[in-house]
Each structure stands twice: as structure tokens, then as C-alpha cells.
């Protein structure tokens, strides 16, 4: 059933328990790394997982989270996932509770992640605030070539950027760190100097809608990570759906990664957050 | 061992109509899905006559301890289910339950005898009950209605017919009762209550059909007393579900007097809960 | 301020019959409960005719995010209420309404009757939803037995009539409009949801009274959604309860239409919740 | 309202926290102490509390537990109250997993505690397993001439008798510790040696009731702590009832020592275990 040329690993049919080997701050965000025996090695970049704990998922404020909650994997090196994630809600804050040595219960990876950059054209990876957690493994694997385009809402946030390697642009709403600007300013920058490029972007529905703007300007490729509130992550629910110009799709099975022509709008309502 | 209506089953665990989509299941999880494969049985994603896109989003709310979902019964219709998704599902190595629900007795009628004309098929169910489409009145939370449809649809096929039957009743024992005795072969329930949750900031309905359905571990022992009340009155079969999380739940289901029990939003936490609660039970894995 | 039915209120927040105790809690807090007493309006336990000595233990038990009870309307009778409980009651620093519930049209007359004769009663709550005592057909699922109830009972008395609804019907709303067309000067909803759960290892029913009704957060999206198909159909205030827990609980209940909320299971985890609510409700407490 | 002579110490009418001050674990059981700077200092020996925990209270196996449950002051000294307690269930389980500085939310003290020996008579303790606990208050009030006898399944849950001040009898099921023998045994010598006694006991149902026929046959008071299902445990959801030979009464009112006499039989079923 696989599809030879789909950027989609097939995920084991269960739900499995990887070992977290360590928590850490990073400025506004959080990082878990856990040991994932279970699963194949090799997540493309742009699937994720459904994520909950073995232990205390539930009884948070009003006895939630009940569901597992999505997330794109930040990297995968030798067996271990790294995850990056900002504390939103009760099923984010009792992740950033995990403690080395506690479980990690996932089911992944799921979805189609980015496919190449367009024959012959530079990518360009456009990310927003959490939206740069799938740009990590994703610029590991196009090479540190790859233009890099991070916006932030302050230097706490920014502090994300230090996980790439290289330099990346940075621009913060605040100035706080790196130049104070919208990072869909140094998009338009990039494509006004050469505008032969794919873009890749993760982020919030607004910034994700200029940057779909912004390249079907410059008629140039846009891959877009989208987020919408998801129950099961492998197509059981069909609660997912965003609208495209086909009609509704289910954002698990046939995204999170979309070409930007195939959307009228990337405005999302009620999608994670 | 479990027999439903006639048709062996190697254990008792089905999965809920739309709560496993076998087809999507392959994509993510590839053919390894159907070596293990979850249920003893499998229930298809309620059809109807025409293709719907289904509600607009968001479809989903979290609630304490469960979901409501608003999905609105997106399908391709049934010619397209026929020819798309009928083949696909013939291939998995249990027998196929097809959910299907008519707006009209005529669409009903249609819908019973082209799917019950068709060998892969082995049983259908009525979903006389899903509250998330504007019908007007709801079928199955009325004796009468039920029975209406039942005896309208029973001579167009020798499929056995279960009817699942809606827990926003006034009383589902009832319901239960007239659907056997217009014909029908066994019954299903619950499907969801009705609910709704308000956006946080807005304090607008949160779902894009405005009111959803509640399921989960919150409706379980609502869930487990309808299914009491109905095994009490019939003598027909009852499928049982609800809630159903663990082989522990499952057994309450049973000890009620169901025959069979399904899993519905627990394979969202887990896509193996099927087997898990199988084993639980000490049932073999259906294949 | 709130008006229910021209009775003014201090703000709008009940509690559910049943789930506090005014004289017992004097037994167990003293009067530091009066002083800042939890609730804008009290409402006595359901009181029916004869003395009840109520369902065999156990009585409870805990689902996920709520309870199933089985409590069976214990009470002293109409007699030894007014007699006994109903002076204590009138020391409350807020108006009373009494809840009653009758077995036929003749029983809820005389309560009815005879409380509406008490200066101290300012509203009387009619009872026709409990799913607990068997009763054969439950009144308050059909619109023209409430109908029939309320026309009843409405010549009796002066006082307001609120109607309990039950959420166990087809169709909640249409049983709100009977009321109110039938002279109810408001309904109240959510009572709870019938339930049941077995014992562990005998795979028995639990409760002593076999069912019993499930309340708490896990059937606050479907008292909401009830609440909100019941107020887009009457002008009559409505009182709404399930699961409210917090300030924003209540405050959803509110955006729903609802004129008054009620606070019943969180009572027993926070004998203060209705303060804490009417506090984060930015309401003020009654006294 | 408070009967000047009953003894119940009224509760503030509202949840507080009392904060952790230690967590240890005593053999089979546990014992959590914590300061309750909010509550009434006097707690009547034989009263309780409706504990929860202000984190993570839900979310346990199945979701629970939702509701307070109620345990016996063991002792309360200065403020700082500690509760005894085996580990049957999720809220338990979670009340083991305190740890010195969290928050344990409680109502109380409720209900009616132990009455004094009847007049001329000497007091005889009688404790099976985890019901030693609403001894030990008894016991440090009563004084160290009180006569204690307690029973226990093995050694480890007999460690539970190092709490008591002096020499408690002790007697095991299989003779780990102490005589093997039913603590009813210990109180049948007792009563035939002198039965001028008040006998005050709290334990299983079935050793509730073998008590209160041995006191019965020998025609000495008894005072007995039941157990029953609570959810509220202040009389607001009438759950609690036992029968009595006055019909159902509220143990968490009317009790949880009750008078043997008023009672048919202590072998109450779907109590607490
Ligand atoms: C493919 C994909 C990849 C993702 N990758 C990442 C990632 O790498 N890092 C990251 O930080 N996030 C990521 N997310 C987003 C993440 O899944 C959500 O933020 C997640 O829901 C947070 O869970 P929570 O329990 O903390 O917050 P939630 O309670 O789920 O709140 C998040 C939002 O959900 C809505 N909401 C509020 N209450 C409810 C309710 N009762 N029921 C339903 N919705 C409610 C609101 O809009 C709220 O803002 C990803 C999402 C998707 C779909
Ligand atoms: C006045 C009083 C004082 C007490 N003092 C102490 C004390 O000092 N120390 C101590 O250890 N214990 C004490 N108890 C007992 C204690 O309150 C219970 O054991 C408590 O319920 C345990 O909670 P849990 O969640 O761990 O177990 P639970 O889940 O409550 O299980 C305990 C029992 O409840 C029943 N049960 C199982 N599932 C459910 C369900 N879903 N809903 C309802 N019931 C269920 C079963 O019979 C089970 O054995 C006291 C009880 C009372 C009434
Ligand atoms: C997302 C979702 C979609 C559902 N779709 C259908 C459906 O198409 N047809 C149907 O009969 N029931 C449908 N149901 C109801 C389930 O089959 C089941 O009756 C209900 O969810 C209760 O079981 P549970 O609590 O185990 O989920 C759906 C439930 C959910 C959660
Ligand atoms: C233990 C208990 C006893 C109750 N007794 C009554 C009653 O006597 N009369 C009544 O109308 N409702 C009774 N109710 C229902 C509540 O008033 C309320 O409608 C219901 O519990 C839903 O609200 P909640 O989820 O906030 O508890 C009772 C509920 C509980 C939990
Ligand atoms: S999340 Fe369930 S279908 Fe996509
Ligand atoms: S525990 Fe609620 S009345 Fe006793």
C-alpha cells in the first residue's frame, strides 16, 4: 500500500511506550527526548505523533487531556525523537512534567511529511514561533544550504533558533532577539533576490496564509505544515479535516504537509491553537 | 467463539461504526494492520445514498474523561463506496458489517438492498440514531418510527440486520423491542448523546455543526444501563458499547448480556485496543 | 442581581436538589454556613408525600469524572418536612425553594398545595424526572404528562412553578414548551443521566437499587446542549445544572440563555463551591 | 447548632489545603502528615476528613478518582494532622504519591467521634488492620492505661502498632508478629479476665461484628467506627446510609462511631473494602 515515492514512514499499529531519556527548557519552550525501540528509525521529516503519558494522562484541569495530542517530531538520531513543544493547554503542560525514566506512550510516525525542494530551485525553510520544530530534522537532511527563516515573538522564544545548525535569520515581534520584523519580511527579501526556490513553512495560520500569499506572488512552491485539533492522528476520526480546494481532507492521513495551491486559504479556525 | 446472527466470529470485539477507518489504517500503518488485525468483525463508516462532504470544521471537543465529535457522516455515497471502498474492504480478514443510514425510508430501502446484494458484505446496520444530521425527527428514539423502518426494509435482503439504536431516548428498551419484532436480527448501542461545548473565548458553539456527540469513558455507565435495559427485553443478540476502554469494561458489557461489544473512541488513544481488549478478555486475536 | 420568576436573588447561582443539606451541614460546619451561606437560592432535597426511607446501600458510586447515586428520595414526608425541616430551613439567609415530586397527579396536588400555603416557601420545584424510584413511566419524559402535571397543580398555589426536566427523553425541549404552555413559570435541567455499574468481582449490579443516575462533569456537554435546545424554545427562565464545576462552567451555562445556574456533585468536593463559582462568576456571595 | 456534649468539632465550611510535611511508608501502610493551618486544632479523636490532593486528583486508572475520600485523623498534634492509610484504589494510590510540600486539600474534621468510657469502666482498644488508625488519638487522650489490643494480616502490616504509645497486644493472622490468633480472641480474654469495660473498635466489618456480639454477650458498651461509601461526608448526599434498628441513618453525620446496640449487624456490604 505504500506508495514508493511518498515521504510517509508506516508506523507500527499500536500504541508503544518510548523512555524518556531527558527534559529540558529552552527559553519559552520545552524538549523531551525519549528512546523509541518500538518504532522504525526513520521518520521523514513533516510526520509526527500522537503523543500522552503512561502514567497521569488525564485528571489535569477539568480531568483533561483524555485524547493524545499531535506532534511533529523535532528530530530522530539513533533511535532517540526529540519534541519540541510550548505549554498551551493540559495535555502540553504535563509533558513538560515528564521526568527521565517516566514513559512516553506514542503511536507514529504518522502523516506525509516534505517531499524535495522543486528540481533545481534553493529551499527556503520558513518558520514561526513552535512551527520550527519541524524545520530541525528537515534542514538535517537538505543540509545546512537550506535558507533558514525563523520569526519569533521574543528573544525567550528565539532561543529555539540555537538548535539549528548554522545561522539562521531570526526576527522577533519585539526586537528582542535578532531584527525586529515579521519573518514573512525576510521571505519577501529572499524571494525579491532570487526567486527561484521552494519554500517549506511551518507556523500559525496567519503567518502560513502570507507566506502561501507571498509565494503564489513570487509563483513560487510553497509546502505548508499545517495544525488542525486531532483525535486519532491515522484517519479513524475524520475529525481533522481542513477545507482545500478539493473539498474537506483529512490533515493525518493526507498532510500535515500541503502544497500551498491546493488550499484557498491557510486560515484555520479552532486548529490547535 | 462468537456467533453473531448466524455468521461465526472468531471473538466478540467490533470496533463502532466510524471509529476505525480500515482503509486509512492501511496508509498509516501499512499491511501490518490487517496481520493483527484489530476487531473480530469489522463495522464500516455509516454510508448514505448521496456523498457528503460532512460538517465544517472543528469536528472535535474534548470533554472530561471524553470527545464529542461533530462529523456530519462524510461519505462518498453509496456508488462510490461500492466501487472505492467495497474492494479494499473485502480484503479484510474478518467478516464486514456496513453501516448505513437513509434520510427517507426510500433511501433506506435502496441503501439495505444494494449493499445486501453484495457478497463481500455479511451484515448491515441501521444507524437510525446518528444526531449529528438535521433528520427532523430522530427515527430510532421513537418505537414506531423504528419498527416502520425495520418492516420496510426486511424483505430486501437476507443479510441479517442489526439496528442501532440512539441512547437520546426516552426509552431504548422500547425501541429495541419493536425493532425485533418488525425483524430485525440484532441491535447495536449506544451510539453518542448528544452534547455540545462552547468556544473559550467566544462563548460561541465551538463545533461547526453546533451540537456533537458525546462518547467516551464519560458515557460508560449510561451506556452500560441502556444495554442492560435492552438485553433484558429482547432475545435477539446486543451489541454493546460505550466507553469501553479496557477487557475489564468489556466483560461488564457481556455480563449485561451482550453478545458481542464494540470499541469506539478508544482506538483513537490506541489502534491496537482491539486486540488489547480481546486478550483481555482471553479471546484469540482475530486473525 | 437576578430575578427568578420576580423573586429577586443576589446572583444566580442554585443548588441542585439533593446535593446540599442546609440542616445537616449546621451539623457539621455550625452557623459559620449561614454566614456566608454558598448559594443565592436554596432548594430543599425532593420531598415526596409519604416518608421514604430511600434505596438499600450502597448508594454510590464513582465514574470517570462523576457518579452514578442511587439514593432513592429519602425524606420525611410532606408531613414531617413542613413539621420538621421546614422551620429550620426558613433560617437560611436566602429564599427557599422546595422540590417535590408526586407518584400521581392527586400526590403532587397536595404537596403542591400545602407547601404553596407556607410564607416560607418561595418557589416550589416540581420534581418529575427522578430515575430513580419506579415509577412506571416517567412523567416528565412525555410533553403532555408534564402538561398534564403542571395544568394540574398550576390553579394550587400562587407560587412560581419551576419543572424539572428530565435528560433522559427524546426530546428535552419539546417537554420544556409543554410546561411553559401549561402555565410553568420556569424549568430547571439537567437531572441526571440513567446509569448503572457492576461490582468488581461478582459482575452483580452494585447499587442497591440496581440503577441509578450519573451527574458531574462527564454529562456537562450534554446538560449543555440541553440547556441551550430548551432556552431557543422557551421565554420562561431556565435554571441549568450539569457538571459545573467552575465560574467558567457556569458562566457557559449562562451564555447559553440559562437565567440561573446550579451547582450539585461539585458541592461534595467543595462544601464552598457555589461561593467559589458566584466569586469567579464576579457575582457577589448571597450574604 | 453544636451540641455542647457531642463529640464532633465543627469544620470551616469550605475546602482548604493543608501542606505535606512528610510522606513516609510504615511497613504496609503509609502515614502522610501535613500542617492544616486553616482547620480547627481540637479534631475529636474518631472524626475525619474528606482528603483529595490539590494536583492531579483524577486521572488515575480509569479516570479516577473524581470524589474526596475520608480518612480518620490519626493523630493531631499542634496543628500538623497525620492520616494512616493502605493503598486500595486510585485515590489511595495517589495520596502515597504525595511528597513533602504538595498540597492535600481536605474538609473537615466531621462526623461524631468517640464518647467517653462509660463511667467506672476501664477502655479497651480494639483495632483490626488499617482501623488502628482513629485509635491512636484515642489512645493519646484516653492515656496509656487504655487497654489496646490489635490485629493485624502479617508483620508488615503490623508495624502499624510501633505508632501507639506502651505495649499494644498484637496478634496476626499468621503469627508473623505477635500471637497468632483474631484480635477477638485478645478481647474474649479481656472480657472473661474483666468485664468492666468499654470496648471501642474499628476494623473490617466482619471483626465489627464479631465484636459487638462479644460485647453483647457480655453486656459492655460498645462503640464501633464503621466504614461506608462517602461522597461528601457533611450529610449533603444522603450515600452514606447504614441500617440501623432506627432504619438508615448517615454515617457521616450520625457517625462513624455508632453504639453497637443501635445496630443489627456491622457487616455492612459495598463499604469502603
Ligand atoms: C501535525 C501536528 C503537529 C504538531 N506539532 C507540534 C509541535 O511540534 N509542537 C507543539 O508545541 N505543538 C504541536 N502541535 C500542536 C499541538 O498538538 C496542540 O497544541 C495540542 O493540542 C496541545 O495540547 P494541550 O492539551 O496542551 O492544549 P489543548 O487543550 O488541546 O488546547 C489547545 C487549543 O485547543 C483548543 N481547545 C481548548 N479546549 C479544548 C477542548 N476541551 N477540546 C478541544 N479543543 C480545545 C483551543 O483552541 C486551544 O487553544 C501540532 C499539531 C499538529 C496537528
Ligand atoms: C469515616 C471513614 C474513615 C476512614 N478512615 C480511613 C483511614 O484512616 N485509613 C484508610 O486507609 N482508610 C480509611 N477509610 C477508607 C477509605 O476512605 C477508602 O478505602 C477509600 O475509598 C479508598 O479510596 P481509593 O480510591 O483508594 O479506593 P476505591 O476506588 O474507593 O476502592 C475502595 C473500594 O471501593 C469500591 N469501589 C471500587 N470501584 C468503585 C467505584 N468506581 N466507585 C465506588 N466504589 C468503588 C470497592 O469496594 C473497593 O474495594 C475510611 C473510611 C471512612 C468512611
Ligand atoms: C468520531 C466518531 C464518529 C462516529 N461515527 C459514527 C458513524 O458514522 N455511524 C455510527 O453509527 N456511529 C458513529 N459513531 C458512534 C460510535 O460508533 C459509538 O457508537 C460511540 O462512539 C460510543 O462508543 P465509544 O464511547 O466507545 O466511542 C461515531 C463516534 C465517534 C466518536
Ligand atoms: C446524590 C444526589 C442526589 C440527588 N437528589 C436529587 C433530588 O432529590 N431531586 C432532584 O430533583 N435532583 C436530585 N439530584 C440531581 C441534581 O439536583 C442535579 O440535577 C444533577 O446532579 C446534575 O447536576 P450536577 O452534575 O452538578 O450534580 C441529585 C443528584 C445527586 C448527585
Ligand atoms: S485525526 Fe482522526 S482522522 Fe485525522
Ligand atoms: S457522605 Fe454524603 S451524606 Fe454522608
Redesign the interface.
Known amino acids: 500500500?505504500?506508495v514508493a515515492d511518498e515521504p510517509?514512514t508506516?508506523?507500527?499499529?499500536?500504541?508503544r511506550t518510548a523512555h524518556v531519556t531527558a527534559v529540558e527548557r529552552l527559553g519559552a519552550y520545552h524538549l523531551v527526548r525519549a528512546l523509541d525501540s518500538g518504532g522504525p528509525q526513520d521518520p521523514q521529516p513533516g510526520q509526527f505523533y500522537m503523543l500522552?503519558t503512561d502514567e497521569?494522562?488525564?485528571?489535569?484541569a477539568?480531568?483533561?487531556?483524555?485524547?493524545?495530542r499531535a506532534f511533529s517530531h523535532a528530530r530522530a538520531r539513533e533511535g532517540e525523537l526529540s519534541f519540541l513543544f510550548e505549554v498551551v493547554g493540559p495535555g502540553t503542560a504535563r509533558l513538560a512534567e515528564l521526568r527521565a525514566g517516566e514513559g512516553l506512550a506514542l503511536?507514529g510516525p504518522?502523516g506525509l511529511g516534505w517531499r524535495p525542494p522543486r528540481e533545481g530551485t534553493r529551499p527556503v525553510l520558513v518558520g514561526g514561533g513552535i512551527g520550527t520544530a519541524p524545520l530541525l530534522c528537515w534542514q538535517d537532511e537538505l543540509g545546512p544550504e537550506a535558507t533558514l527563516l525563523l520569526g519569533f515573538r521574543s528573544a525567550a522564544h528565539a532561543e529555539a533558533a540555537s538548535l539549528f545548525v548554522g545561522r539562521p535569520e531570526v526576527a522577533t515581534d519585539d526586537g528582542s532577539a535578532g531584527r525586529q520584523a515579521l519573518v514573512t519580511d525576510l521571505l519577501r527579501e529572499q524571494l525579491d533576490a532570487d526567486p527561484v526556490a521552494t519554500v517549506f513553512a511551518c507556523g500559525p495560520p496567519v503567518m502560513l496564509e502570507a507566506v502561501r500569499l507571498l509565494c503564489a506572488e513570487f509563483a513560487v512552491p510553497a509546502q505548508l505544515a499545517l495544525e488542525?485539533?486531532?483525535?486519532?492522528?491515522?484517519?479513524?476520526?475524520?475529525?481533522?479535516?481542513?477545507?482545500t480546494k478539493e473539498?474537506?481532507i483529512?490533515l493525518c492521513?493526507d498532510g500535515p504537509v500541503l502544497d500551498g495551491e491546493r488550499l484557498e486559504s491557510a486560515l484555520?479556525?479552532?486548529a490547535g491553537h | 467463539m462468537t456467533e453473531l446472527c448466524g455468521i461465526p466470529l472468531a471473538g466478540p470485539v467490533l470496533n463502532g461504526s466510524g471509529t476505525f477507518d480500515a482503509i486509512a489504517a492501511r496508509h498509516a500503518f501499512g499491511d501490518a494492520v490487517l496481520e493483527r488485525f484489530p476487531f473480530h468483525a469489522f463495522v464500516s463508516k455509516t454510508i448514505t445514498l448521496a456523498a457528503r462532504e460532512g460538517n465544517p470544521p472543528p469536528r472535535l471537543w474534548e470533554t472530561p474523561a471524553g470527545l464529542i465529535n461533530s462529523i456530519g457522516l462524510p461519505n462518498k455515497g453509496l456508488e462510490g463506496f461500492l466501487g472505492l471502498d467495497l474492494p479494499e474492504l473485502a480484503e479484510l480478514p474478518v467478516p464486514l458489517i456496513v453501516s448505513v443510514m437513509g434520510f427517507s425510508l426510500d433511501e433506506l430501502a435502496t441503501l439495505v438492498r444494494r449493499t445486501g446484494e453484495r457478497d463481500e458484505v455479511a451484515l448491515i446496520e441501521l444507524n437510525v440514531s446518528c444526531p449529528n444530521v438535521e433528520t427532523g425527527l430522530v427515527m430510532g428514539a421513537d418505537p414506531a418510527e423504528t419498527a416502520r423502518a425495520v418492516e420496510r426494509v426486511r424483505p430486501l435482503t437476507d443479510r441479517p440486520l442489526i439496528v442501532k439504536l440512539t441512547p437520546n431516548a426516552n426509552d431504548p428498551a422500547a425501541v429495541a423491542r419493536a425493532a425485533e419484532q418488525a425483524g430485525a436480527d440484532a441491535v447495536s448501542l449506544i451510539n453518542t448523546l448528544k452534547g455540545m461545548a462552547l468556544a473559550p473565548r467566544t462563548a460561541r458553539p465551538w463545533l461547526g455543526g453546533t451540537t456533537g456527540g458525546v462518547s467516551g469513558p464519560a458515557v460508560r455507565a449510561i451506556a452500560l444501563e441502556q444495554v442492560r435495559s435492552v438485553t433484558t427485553v429482547v432475545a435477539i443478540p446486543v451489541i454493546g458499547m460505550g466507553g469501553i476502554a479496557t477487557g475489564g469494561h468489556a466483560a461488564d458489557f457481556l455480563s449485561a448480556g451482550a453478545t458481542c461489544v464494540a470499541v469506539g473512541t478508544e482506538n483513537f488513544r490506541d489502534p491496537a485496543a482491539g486486540l488489547r481488549i480481546a486478550a483481555e478478555l482471553g479471546e484469540p486475536a482475530a486473525v
Do not use: T
Open positions: 500500500m505504500k510517509r508506516l508506523a507500527p499499529p499500536r500504541r500522552s497521569r494522562w488525564g485528571g489535569g477539568d480531568e483533561r487531556p483524555y485524547l493524545p503511536v504518522l488542525s485539533g486531532m483525535a486519532c492522528g491515522f484517519g479513524a476520526c475524520f475529525g481533522c479535516v481542513v477545507p473539498g474537506y483529512r492521513v484555520l479556525g479552532g
